[in-house]
């Protein structure tokens, strides 16, 4: 019921920004959340920052102030965005969009992933 194509991403240095995007095409009329999630190498997935459809945002404590996480709808797609600012080493990670989709689907889909790299 969804596709999921991820841009963006890439080697930054620390200090630096990047923004990553994520364009939703399919039941755009179910989207509940959309969300961020990243996994370093030998972590486990963690949750970034999410949006809902109502455009509530929460973010992971580490990158509040940072990051902002935000949507914009258009007729056929839904972009989300994760803008990255004053990036850190330890935001080195593969980051994975995310959209829950509502009832009567009730069903996660998944992005391809994109790496960030940040260096010191």
């Known amino acids: 019921q969804m596709q999921l194509v991820e841009s963006g991403g890439g080697l930054a240095q620390a200090g630096g920004s990047l923004r990553l995007s994520c364009a939703a095409s399919?039941?755009?009329?179910?989207?509940?959340?959309m969300r961020w999630y990243r996994q370093a190498p030998g972590k486990q997935r963690e949750l970034v920052a999410s949006?809902?459809?109502?455009?509530?945002?929460?973010?992971l404590d580490s990158v509040k102030g940072r990051f902002t996480i935000s949507r914009d709808n258009a007729r056929n797609t839904v972009t989300v965005y994760l803008q990255m600012n004053n990036l850190k080493p330890e935001d080195t990670a593969v980051y994975y969009c995310?959209?829950?989709?509502?009832?009567?689907?009730?069903?996660?889909?998944w992005g391809q992933g994109t790496q960030v790299t940040v260096s010191s």
């Open positions: 949006i809902t459809s109502g455009d509530s945002t929460n973010y």
């Open positions: 995310n959209v829950y989709l509502g009832w009567p689907y009730s069903q996660d889909y």
């Open positions: 399919g039941r755009l009329d179910r989207i509940h959340t």
